[in-house]
């Protein structure tokens, strides 16, 4: 019947026909596919003070990528990926859900004295990645993040706590902005390879080696090495 329900006759010998039901409308319903940047798009596009600008091929994931070194951040609504390696580091991986823009920073201190306006410290690197977003589109409203990094990573280096500090302040920065943290990989002894994908807001990492070869045999005898990505509010990082 033409994919309708067939309901019944009237008395007039006519068939009546009921309107076909219509499910939800998917909240992506009417949005363009994201565009596929080349290499040559990425490296030709011009790029402003801070933002990240090494661009590669990455064969694992297939996709054209961006590598974020420290004090660096980089913003996208692309379908590409941006990847960073921390240690005592903190790399805040945000995006919008309903413009699908994702941005990442890397930061090594929560803040400087005032006058050094670097991404190397958090108060400044929080500030550049969040209204870098907002010119894409984003609202601070519909943000959410995904938070890793601040390991103690080398043996007898624990004085100065710099990756407590960094992820304290990561932390605190977002409940004062009232942007959710969905999934954190945060402190322990690892460092952490991230890789963050812009337009689905997925994230994966990956433990590295450290250098506490004390703790070696104790993570042997229980088996594993990883632990379980602490996730909130249905957010979730993939280890790789």
């Known amino acids: 019947m033409n994919g309708f329900d067939a309901g019944t006759a009237p008395a007039s010998g006519k068939e009546r026909r009921r309107a076909p039901r219509i499910g939800p409308i998917p909240k992506d319903a009417g949005r363009l596919p994201a565009h596929t940047p080349t290499i040559q798009e990425l490296q030709g596009a011009p790029r402003r003070t801070g933002e990240a600008s090494f661009f590669f091929f990455d064969q694992r994931f297939q996709f054209n990528a961006v590598k974020v070194l420290p004090g ?94 960094n992820t304290e302040f990561v932390q605190n920065y977002l409940a004062t902005e009232r942007i959710p943290v969905i999934a954190e990989d945060v402190l322990d002894i690892y460092p952490r390879k991230v890789v963050f994908f812009p337009v689905t807001g997925k994230a994966m990492v990956k433990r590295l080696a450290h250098a506490h070869p004390d703790l070696l045999a104790d993570e042997k005898a229980r088996g594993s090495a990883a632990v379980v990505v602490q996730t909130n509010h249905g957010g979730s990082v993939d280890l790789f």
Request: include cysteine; proline fraction near 1%; hydrophobic fraction near 40%.
């Open 72 to 165: 660096e951040y980089f913003v996208s609504g692309e379908n590409m990926v941006i990847q960073t390696v921390l240690g005592s580091c903190i790399a805040a991986c945000l995006w919008d859900s309903r413009t699908h823009v994702g941005g990442m920073n890397h930061f090594m201190l929560p803040e400087g004295d005032g006058a050094d306006q670097s991404g190397r410290y958090g108060s400044y690197a929080m500030e550049v990645l969040i209204n870098e977003m907002m010119k894409l589109g984003a609202r601070r409203e519909t943000l959410q993040a995904k938070i890793f990094g601040g390991g103690q990573v080398m043996a007898n280096f624990s004085t100065l706590n710099v990756g407590e500090r």
